[in-house]
């Protein structure tokens, strides 16, 4: 009787995963509601605050088109660029919890940021002519 009904409870929380995992929808709006309490945050960030603002299915569209979602039926990864970030969630019972820590994300921007300047200032020494 105790197998049936630990089986019986194991399959009922599976189920509740598998019926909980946040899908795709779900996860954009969840960016967007993000994006806009920063907007708020940052005030001179007035572009921002208009966009998310006035054209919320857009952003929408564009938050879908950066992401990537890896569903394993009872929860989800997904990986959205942003501008420089790169952000790493987990979707389970229709929450959303980081993968990283914001430090790790803010090192991954900077990383990212001085790698493009350097790129940047080898490719004009690149462009420049050799004075002979």
Same mark, same amino acid.
């Given at each position: 009787?105790? %197998?049936?009904?630990?089986?019986?409870?194991?399959?009922?929380?599976?189920?509740?995963?598998? %019926?909980?995992?946040?899908?795709?929808?779900? *996860?954009? @709006? %969840? /960016?967007?509601?993000?994006?806009?309490? @920063?907007?708020?945050?940052?005030? @001179?960030?007035?572009?921002?605050?208009?966009? #998310?603002?006035?054209?919320?299915?857009? #952003?929408?569209?564009?938050?879908?088109?950066?992401? /990537?979602?890896?569903? *394993?039926? $009872?929860?989800?990864? *997904?990986?959205?660029?942003?501008?420089?970030?790169?952000?790493?969630?987990?979707?389970?019972?229709?929450?959303? $919890?980081?993968?990283?820590?914001?430090?790790?994300?803010? @090192?991954?921007?900077?990383?990212?940021?001085?790698?493009?300047?350097?790129?940047?200032?080898?490719?004009?020494?690149?462009?420049?002519?050799?004075?002979?």
């Amino acid at each position: 009787m105790k %197998f049936l009904s630990g089986t019986i409870i194991v399959v009922a929380l599976l189920g509740l995963l598998a %019926f909980t995992n946040p899908k795709m929808d779900t *996860y954009t @709006q %969840f /960016i967007w509601t993000q994006m806009a309490r @920063q907007a708020e945050k940052e005030e @001179q960030n007035w572009l921002g605050q208009l966009l #998310v603002t006035l054209f919320p299915d857009s #952003v929408n569209n564009q938050i879908a088109k950066q992401t /990537i979602r890896d569903d *394993y039926v $009872f929860f989800s990864f *997904y990986e959205t660029n942003v501008g420089d970030q790169r952000l790493k969630f987990v979707g389970i019972l229709n929450n959303f $919890f980081p993968t990283e820590t914001k430090e790790k994300i803010e @090192q991954d921007a900077a990383k990212r940021l001085a790698e493009r300047e350097a790129a940047e200032k080898a490719r004009q020494a690149a462009a420049m002519p050799i004075a002979q």
